[in-house]
């Protein structure tokens, strides 16, 4: 069993953003614990190139045939990173016969996009 916080999403075209910027006011503790597993996961080489891969996807999805031989890791290792993913919140995941295909969550990386905006980002 997970000790991870729940995510929860906001809506982002309710026009209300998750949270506000960290460079305009400091997050808050739950809101912190939801976030915090999405950037740990991410602060893995392996797994920031896979959340590359599966986000620029042409299609929108990947399979995860296609993933695997981008690397020189084993599959049940690539298996592993793509948990943490799942997990995470930033991936979904569909089987379809023997392969899974991958799809990024954009409102969860919006959200932390949107968290780590600055006023010169935000200007330019």
Request: charged share 20%; glycine share 6%.
């Amino acid at each position: 069993m997970s000790k991870q916080a729940a995510l929860t999403l906001t809506d982002l075209n309710a026009g209300v953003a998750c949270c506000p910027p960290i460079a305009e006011q400091p997050v808050s503790a739950d809101m912190a614990a939801v976030l915090a597993p999405a950037f740990k996961a991410l602060g893995d080489p392996v797994r920031l190139r896979l959340m590359s891969m599966i986000a620029s996807a042409p299609d929108g999805e990947i399979c995860v045939c296609d993933l695997t031989p981008a690397f020189d890791l084993t599959g049940p290792t690539i298996s592993h990173h793509l948990k943490t993913l799942r997990e995470a919140g930033l991936v979904d995941a569909e089987r379809r016969g023997t392969w899974v295909y991958y799809r990024p969550r954009h409102g969860l990386m919006s959200q932390l996009a949107a968290l780590l905006t600055s006023a010169e980002t935000a200007t330019t």
